[in-house]
């Protein structure tokens, strides 16, 4: 099957062959072809995943592949409610929280719905009726456009993929359909299963990745204090040192939570420009 693991590669290796157009001549007029790049990250991939970082890699990817300024990833609860997974920086992981607060915004109808909806002018009057408390907290970010896209397998919809932009630029067909494909392979990991039978599998190994993600913003909140840095900064330090080091986020988080590793080890990060 699948997984956001491959996903995440492929997203990775087509980010490199943008940088560098003449690797990898063996496609169609000289570009490497999609069946290409998944042999390309095949060798890389391992049976066994941490979810938070993979989605975490995930919302990063979309920034690079696609033509946005920030991705948010949100799936829903054992009780149905949305809560925030992934972000590619703060303001974006503080708008979705403000989205699942209040119970508005573009993705949190994404997920209700299970259709998309793209292109979205946070300037248009429409959009502050519809959204107000997100809609004037998006415009205060500097994001004046949005797309929402569902994480969805056949009929099941599991959460909402939000992409954001600065400029008032549409995403075209193609720019969407690669959003979706993204979207659609974070879903099929997700669910870690082959047929939805297996529900119970899905909801708690989904439940687990949820109470951990709670684990991670506390020790987001902890290292930024203690540098006096950015979250962002605190969580990118945090992560470099769990992923050379070999560590599940979810295990670490709880290890530096429960008093059980002294974060000075932890390279304070070089705080950003």
């Not at 000289?30 to 095949?42: K, L, N, S, W, Y």
């Not at 939000?162 to 630029?169: I, M, S, V, Y």
């Not at 050379?244 to 988080?253: I, K, M, N, Q």
């Amino acid at each position: 099957m699948i997984s956001v693991q491959l996903g995440v590669e492929l997203a990775e290796a087509l980010v490199r062959q943008r940088a560098d157009p003449e690797r990898g001549r063996g496609g169609r007029g000289g570009q490497e072809t999609p069946a290409e790049i998944f042999v390309e990250v095949a060798d890389s991939l391992i049976d066994d995943f941490d979810v938070i970082d993979l989605l975490q890699r995930l919302s990063s990817r979309c920034v690079e592949l696609l033509d946005v300024d920030a991705a948010g990833i949100m799936l829903a609860d054992e009780h149905g409610e949305l809560q925030i997974m992934a972000a590619s920086d703060e303001h974006t992981r503080l708008l979705e929280l403000l989205a699942v607060q209040h119970d508005q915004g573009p993705c949190v109808e994404c997920y209700g719905t299970g259709r998309a909806t793209p292109n979205i002018d946070l300037t248009d009057d429409a959009a502050a009726a519809t959204w107000p408390r997100f809609t004037a907290q998006a415009r205060a970010t500097g994001y004046v456009t949005t797309h929402a896209l569902p994480l969805r397998l056949r009929d099941r919809v599991v959460g909402a993929l939000n992409l954001f932009q600065n400029a008032p630029h549409r995403l075209g067909e193609g720019e969407l359909a690669l959003a979706q494909a993204l979207a659609d392979v974070a879903t099929i990991a997700i669910l870690q299963q082959r047929t939805l039978e297996q529900s119970h599998v899905e909801t708690s190994r989904l439940q687990a990745a949820l109470t951990s993600r709670v684990l991670i913003e506390q020790v987001k909140g902890v290292l930024a204090e203690r540098w006096g840095t950015s979250v962002d900064d605190a969580f990118e330090a945090f992560r470099a040192y769990a992923r050379s080091h070999r560590l599940r986020l979810a295990d670490f988080a709880a290890e530096i939570i429960g008093g059980g590793f002294d974060t000075a080890l932890i390279p304070a990060p070089t705080p950003s420009a």
